[in-house]
């Protein structure tokens, strides 16, 4: 008989093993991980200027703007590049994840102990490390698990974490630095991150799942394991081992030949129960396979710098993250100067606006599965336009919280579409990995949104109609996005098909001439 256990380890077979190393399971950790992540990052949008202005401070908005800069400042996009290298070479994800989300625990409790400004920036640069971990090992941890038919689906259920910790980060802070102070959104977060954390220690990754043959990667199947047998292993072109079942079907495992056997040995001991007969594995297993690749930075770079699918998905995800961002510290002042609002008001318009967002990441992922991330992708883009010139009006606040809604809903359904895409050129570049991908989409991702804050910031302070500014200016990046998504975005991109079908039609005016 086999041991049972929590963790599991090589010779013990982890206790609900098949649930907790589901695609669906990851998904939902992935995507909780994600909303606690923007939640610690927004409770402070409505607290930190009407904090800032009771301290004494001036330029308020800059100031918030550098705070969350230092959220994802440069150190913080130079920390990303190191884990999104190691994750892929040792294959890691579980554990560091968990030493992040340790780290985002400490750094909200140095943010809400700080007594000067600068403490206050470290401990958000801090917090922004924490976060780099979260995003690109989760994203990678969740990629692995997923069975790429639907890889779009469960990247926009776990992306929609984004909206429900934007949704709720900025009213949970209002309401609780009215009732207990400044400490008590910090408390609110803490205990958040402690719940992700439960929930980080009970998935199980996939390569660890395979050792007992359960591969959450492949839908619908039903012999995963009904026994702790070996597989039978067969080793293909490219190093990756096939598990062949008694039907002589063969399910990819993205797993060296060697590891496998090493585990295996450790995992079954001699004493198993009776194995069923199986077929034979080709002569092919027993050749030793060829070593993954591990590429240094700079291959892996000139690797996607030559894929401009990759190059258009990460520049359309650093604009998102500039124009969404650059709104953050001047939205509470532009409702506080044109309708009044206190911190809660502030909060609640963050929440009824961000709300719709909810259900945009898994439309936009379900149908880039269907049909691919072109038609999505521009479809948000060209539809979020109107209603960023909507918002500039100043009339009625429900007309602002409407299309404030309906542009987020529309903007924010880019990125499920975009991060799919990512996945799928990662999978057709030899040596590059959804770690390497994860880590580049963090890397742009953290650079617009450390431009995003210190622009918007500048902007509404230094303009009289600042507001208005932002709006222009985030209306003409994204209608660049547009054409550049028309014309590369996907594997048979918008503009191609447009050609293909012009240069049809004129030869068929030409044959009917």
């Known amino acids: 008989m086999f041991k049972l256990s929590l963790c599991g380890g090589p010779s013990t077979k982890p206790v609900g093993l098949k649930w907790r190393s589901s695609s669906w399971m990851i998904t939902a950790v992935i995507g909780l991980g994600i909303a606690v992540d ?9 607290v930190m200027p009407f904090q800032l202005e009771r301290l004494g401070h001036s330029g308020i908005a800059a100031l918030t703007g550098w705070l969350l800069f230092a959220y994802a400042s440069l150190t913080n996009v130079l920390a990303t590049i190191p884990i999104a290298m190691l994750s892929e070479r040792y294959n890691a994800r579980k554990k560091p994840l968990i030493f992040g989300l340790l780290l985002l625990i400490g750094s909200q409790v140095m943010l809400m102990e700080a007594t000067t400004y600068p403490v206050m920036c470290v401990s958000r640069i801090l917090q922004g490390i924490g976060s780099s971990m979260v995003w690109v090992l989760g994203l990678a941890f ?12 469960q990247l926009g259920c776990a992306i929609g974490g984004l909206s429900v910790g934007l949704a709720l980060g900025p009213p949970i802070g209002g309401i609780l630095y009215n009732r207990f102070g400044y400490r008590g959104p910090f408390i609110f977060g803490i205990c958040a991150t402690f719940l992700d954390l439960v929930g980080r220690m009970i998935i199980i990754e996939r390569k660890d799942a395979l050792l007992w043959g359960v591969d959450p990667a492949v839908l619908n199947r039903d012999d995963d394991v009904k026994d702790s047998s070996p597989p039978e292993l067969v080793e293909d072109s490219r190093g990756l081992v096939h598990r062949v079942t008694t039907d002589g079907r063969g399910v990819k495992k993205g797993f060296e030949l060697e590891e496998f056997r090493t585990a295996q040995r450790d995992t079954y001991p001699s004493e198993r129960p009776t194995e069923r007969p199986t077929e034979r594995p080709t002569e092919r297993s027993t050749e030793r396979p060829t070593a993954k690749k591990n590429l240094s930075l700079v291959a892996v770079t000139a690797k996607l710098a030559q894929s401009p699918r990759a190059l258009v998905a990460l520049f359309i995800i650093f604009i998102y993250g500039v124009v969404y961002s650059s709104q953050e510290p001047s939205i509470p002042l532009h409702l506080q100067r044109i309708w009044k609002l206190n911190p809660t008001d502030v909060g609640m318009v ?13 439309i936009t992922g379900f149908y880039a599965d269907k049909n691919g991330a072109e038609w999505v992708t521009a479809l948000c883009l060209l ?3 109107p209603w960023w010139l909507i918002v500039t009006i100043q009339r009625r606040l429900q007309l602002f919280v409407i299309s404030f809604a309906i542009q987020s809903f529309f903007s924010s359904g880019v990125i499920s579409p975009l991060t799919a895409e990512l996945a799928a050129v990662s999978r057709g570049i030899e040596g590059v990995g959804y770690g390497h991908v994860y880590g580049a989409f963090n890397l742009v991702y953290d650079l617009g949104t450390a431009v995003g804050p210190i622009v918007g910031g500048q902007i509404f302070d230094q303009f009289r109609h600042g507001w208005k500014v932002l709006c222009l200016i985030a209306t003409g990046l994204l209608a660049f996005c547009f054409i550049l998504a028309v014309c590369f975005v996907g594997t048979d991109p918008l503009l191609h098909r447009l050609l293909r079908r012009c240069r049809a039609s004129s030869s068929t005016i030409a044959a009917a001439v």
């Open 38 to 46: 923007l939640l610690v990052y927004s409770l402070i949008i409505p």
């Open 142 to 153: 969740l990629c692995d698990s997923a069975p790429p038919s639907i890889v779009g689906l």
């Open 350 to 362: 963050f929440i009824a606006a961000v709300v719709p967002t909810l259900i945009s990441s898994p």
């Open 383 to 385: 539809l979020a336009l």
